[in-house]
């Protein structure tokens, strides 16, 4: 099972075309890939810009890192483990200055959603890991057990704007009182009891309390804000910043920060979203957001 997830990937790239056409890529250019996921964008972008140019390709996930080491062989592109807010210390390891454009994918990747061991599926018998990075941080079954009820539920509250978090939290700790919770599985069975039509939600009852805890573990937010402030310093004059954002956290944080900062001018009033076609073909698609800057 592990080798299958390291050599080959199942992830479809999102908005592929979108997101390469609003880069304006020339021959030779250098890019930075902060989110290298299954490597569907990486290869589209070294692809444009040639054996002349450079692709960055970054990822918290050894496991993408190891997987698009071989898928991506023999490409103009450069892979490395790290967070897409610390590019600032790849590019001086590097030595490169500046580059041409950034691309980020800020939503899941399938591979990850269909390892069993990390727990990103409701359906996983595995652990409910939900870390990018297995060797760092806390993994999320330990964060529902040690955390008290009403730190608990602000949590999913916040970072899954869930509205029954305060009933989620209290019956997760109501049963981590008699037992541990450690399966995806268990903890996402807990969560759907807690909808009075569990079954006709148009999303699955736990999506929102997951999402708030992965956020949590991998400190994700606080990574894109980061990465906001720092990466416009990276970028030419003229170059592009792509953001594809998956939910309102992530994008009006996007949002606000190329509106208010004076080094970007925003290229898209409105995000640019998936066609209809995208969608029936990639459901993950559905809610992805695209929003551009150049540098000034």
């Known amino acids: 099972m592990t080798e299958k997830i390291v050599n080959q990937t199942i992830h479809t790239a999102v908005l592929p075309r979108e997101a390469i056409d609003s880069l304006c890529l020339e021959p030779s250019g250098i890019i930075i890939d902060g989110t290298l996921g299954g490597g569907g964008h990486t290869r589209m972008i070294a692809e444009a810009v040639g054996k002349e140019g450079l692709v960055i390709g970054l990822d918290r996930d050894p496991l993408a890192i190891a997987r698009c080491e071989r898928s991506l062989a023999g490409q103009p592109v450069v892979l490395c483990q ?49 870390r990018f990075d297995p060797h760092v941080g806390e993994p999320a079954y330990r964060l529902i057990n040690r955390m008290r009820q009403e730190h608990l539920a602000n949590l999913i509250f916040e970072y899954g704007e869930e509205r029954l978090s305060r009933r989620i939290a209290r019956k997760l700790v109501e049963l981590r009182d008699r037992q541990e919770l450690r399966s995806a599985k268990q903890i996402a069975d807990v969560i759907y009891g807690c909808y009075p039509k569990a079954a006709q939600q148009r999303i699955h009852p736990a999506t929102r309390t997951f999402q708030a805890l992965r956020i949590a573990v991998n400190d994700e937010l606080r990574s894109l804000e980061i990465a906001l402030k720092r990466l416009p310093n990276l970028i030419k004059p003229g170059g592009r910043l792509a953001i594809i954002s998956f939910h309102s956290l992530e994008d009006r944080r996007v949002k606000r920060a190329f509106r208010e900062d004076e080094r970007l001018e925003v290229v898209t009033r409105k995000p640019i979203t998936a066609e209809d076609e995208e969608i029936h073909a990639n459901p993950r698609s559905r809610s992805a957001k695209l929003r551009v800057a150049q540098r000034r």
């Open 82 to 130: 790290s967070n897409f807010s610390e590019s600032t210390e790849v590019l001086e390891e590097l030595q490169i200055d500046k580059v041409d454009g950034i691309l980020l994918d800020l939503g899941l990747s399938s591979d990850q959603l269909e390892d069993d061991t990390r727990g990103f599926s409701f359906h996983s018998e595995g652990p409910l890991d939900l």
